[in-house]
């Protein structure tokens, strides 16, 4: 597509509840990232896809969350056992990625999922 | 680890005054760096970029931002600012570009009329 895609923009759920946010890359972007915006806290980096690499998951703040990325596109963040401390905005990036030379640091941004935890 | 500090988390002006957005970084070898801007409930879009090169950089809506590697900086500018320019403005910083942006917390710019 264009851009980055984000789904759904809004979700609103229970305590303990599972969620799943998803993102669609820039095509051809081999870079994914995902990163949580809470209110005063700028944004904070969760996990990093390159590639066929490993990902980096140093970010993600606790083993309620986890990501997947399926077949070097789309990818999904799923929170189980969800806590009111999880509401935040969730943003997706995509870049092209470490073979694209000083390109490839630039993220394009998607427009987010606000996640509301009740 | 990077860092990124934005010295001021919130910055009013008056409409058509000038403004900068200081931002600083922790490093000691070759980086990238970025502003970005989000407006109100939108995501956040590239303001502009060095990656190598002249030290000042234009970006778009007449902000620009220069790159001093002596003071690990790269505050960002604007002569004479719109209502329009009222945004969160976050810098970011790319190590060698192989690991993903480091944010600073951001800087809320409210232009006033």
């Known amino acids: 597509g264009a851009g980055v895609s984000q789904s759904p923009s809004n979700k609103v759920t229970e305590k303990g509840k599972d969620v799943e946010l998803r993102c669609d890359p820039i095509?051809?972007?081999?870079?994914l990232y995902w990163y949580r915006q809470s209110l005063g806290q700028g944004l904070e980096f969760l996990i990093y896809?390159?590639?066929?690499?490993?990902?980096?998951k140093s970010g993600l703040p606790s083993d309620r969350f986890s990501a997947e990325r399926t077949g070097g596109s789309v990818s999904t963040l799923t929170i189980q056992r969800t806590q009111q401390e999880d509401s935040a905005v969730y943003l997706c990036?995509?870049?092209?990625?470490?073979?694209?030379?000083?390109?490839?640091?630039?993220?394009?941004f998607g427009q987010g999922t606000r996640l509301t935890v009740v | 680890a990077q860092s990124v500090t934005q010295l001021d988390s919130q910055v009013p002006v008056f409409e058509e005054a000038p403004v900068e957005l200081r931002c600083n970084y922790s490093?000691?070898?070759?980086?990238?760096l970025f502003w970005y801007v989000q407006y109100p409930n939108q995501g956040l879009q590239l303001l502009l970029k060095y990656l190598s090169g002249s030290t000042l950089v234009k970006g778009i809506n007449g902000f620009e931002a220069e790159f001093n590697k002596s003071q690990t900086s790269f505050h960002l500018r604007k002569p004479s600012v719109h209502i329009s320019d009222t945004a969160e403005y976050f810098c970011a910083v790319s190590p060698s570009g192989n690991t993903p942006l480091v944010f600073g917390k951001g800087t809320r710019l409210s232009v006033i009329a």
């Open positions: 896809f390159q590639g066929n690499s490993a990902p980096d």
């Open positions: 990036a995509s870049s092209l990625g470490l073979d694209r030379g000083l390109g490839r640091a630039e993220a394009f």
């Open positions: 095509s051809g972007h081999t870079a």
């Open positions: 490093s000691s070898v070759s980086v990238y």
